[in-house]
């Protein structure tokens, strides 16, 4: 997967919903922000990554000291706003690992898990622009379609993160997609403070889309809004979505 053509992608789709709806407009799935508050959080974010990207950080930068850190006030200007944000985050993974190449060093620079190379943060963002687009989707009423391929690896990148966090959960959690263009490769096991890519024994499973297990597994609906089947110990799994904030 190319994952800077989807992030500049998923940003577009993100600015095309999001910027259709009331500015004032609430979110339910991002409690007390509107419309508004969600794009300037996503536009802020991708700025926010970009710099710390170029200055090689080591150490997580004040968003609120983030150059350029608030859109425009009309349309046309916030649009190009956000655009010229994803594209600073991508062009600055790229002078980074060109840098590095040249000097025989690496690329490394501060993300929630601890060190890593820049390119890390493309993946990060895009995931976040993708969910976010959900929130925007739910706000305004709209259909959320992803591609299987893409809200599978989304699965895959918020376990990454969210499970680093979540690692004295007790209890195993299953995912299993239904979606034919996956090709069986749609399975998920959470437990123990790790994750694998597969099926195996659980004490609750979800069976579904994997765009609705996508919604379910970050909170931006229950399995019952989005027609996932439960099979297990569903106290487990309040529990488990409970735990898996970041």
Same mark, same amino acid.
């Given at each position: 997967?190319?994952?800077?053509?989807?992030?500049?992608?998923?940003?577009?789709?993100f600015?095309d919903?999001?910027?259709?709806v009331?500015?004032?407009?609430?979110?339910?799935?991002?409690?007390?922000?509107?419309?508004?508050?969600?794009?300037?959080?996503?536009?802020?974010?991708?700025?926010?990554?970009?710099?710390?990207?170029?200055?090689?950080?080591?150490?997580?930068?004040?968003?609120?000291?983030?150059p350029? @850190?608030?859109?425009?006030?009309?349309?046309? @200007?916030?649009?190009?706003w956000?655009?010229?944000?994803a594209?600073?985050?991508?062009?600055?993974?790229?002078?980074?690992?060109?840098?590095?190449?040249?000097?025989?060093?690496?690329?490394?620079?501060?993300?929630?898990?601890?060190?890593?190379?820049?390119?890390?943060?493309?993946?990060?963002?895009? &995931?976040?622009?993708?969910? &976010?687009?959900?929130?925007?989707?739910?706000? @305004?009423?709209?259909?959320?379609?992803?591609?299987?391929?893409?809200?599978?690896?989304?699965?895959?990148?918020?376990?990454?993160?969210?499970?680093?966090?979540?690692?004295?959960?007790? @209890?195993?959690?299953?995912?299993?997609?239904?979606?034919?263009?996956?090709?069986?490769?749609?399975?998920?096991?959470?437990?123990?403070?790790?994750?694998?890519?597969?099926?195996?024994?659980?004490?609750?499973?979800?069976?579904?889309?994997?765009?609705?297990?996508?919604?379910?597994?970050?909170?931006?609906?229950?399995s019952?809004?989005?027609?996932?089947?439960?099979?297990?110990?569903?106290?487990?799994?309040?529990?488990?979505?409970?735990?898996?904030?970041?």
């Amino acid at each position: 997967m190319d994952f800077g053509a989807e992030f500049l992608a998923q940003n577009r789709a993100f600015g095309d919903t999001v910027l259709s709806v009331d500015p004032d407009t609430p979110v339910p799935t991002c409690p007390g922000w509107t419309a508004k508050q969600l794009f300037r959080h996503v536009g802020r974010g991708n700025r926010w990554a970009a710099q710390m990207v170029a200055e090689h950080a080591t150490e997580p930068a004040d968003p609120a000291s983030v150059p350029d @850190g608030r859109p425009p006030a009309d349309l046309d @200007g916030s649009r190009a706003w956000l655009d010229d944000g994803a594209r600073l985050l991508v062009d600055a993974v790229d002078a980074a690992v060109t840098q590095a190449h040249a000097e025989g060093a690496d690329c490394s620079v501060w993300t929630f898990l601890g060190p890593r190379p820049a390119p890390w943060w493309i993946r990060r963002r895009l &995931h976040e622009v993708l969910v &976010h687009r959900a929130d925007a989707a739910i706000a @305004g009423g709209f259909t959320f379609d992803v591609r299987p391929e893409l809200a599978a690896d989304c699965i895959d990148e918020w376990l990454e993160l969210a499970v680093a966090v979540n690692s004295d959960f007790a @209890g195993r959690v299953a995912l299993l997609a239904t979606d034919e263009e996956l090709g069986g490769r749609g399975d998920w096991t959470i437990g123990g403070g790790t994750w694998t890519r597969s099926s195996g024994v659980a004490d609750v499973t979800l069976t579904g889309t994997v765009r609705d297990l996508l919604l379910v597994t970050t909170r931006r609906c229950t399995s019952a809004e989005a027609g996932v089947d439960v099979s297990g110990d569903e106290e487990l799994l309040a529990t488990w979505l409970d735990g898996m904030k970041f």
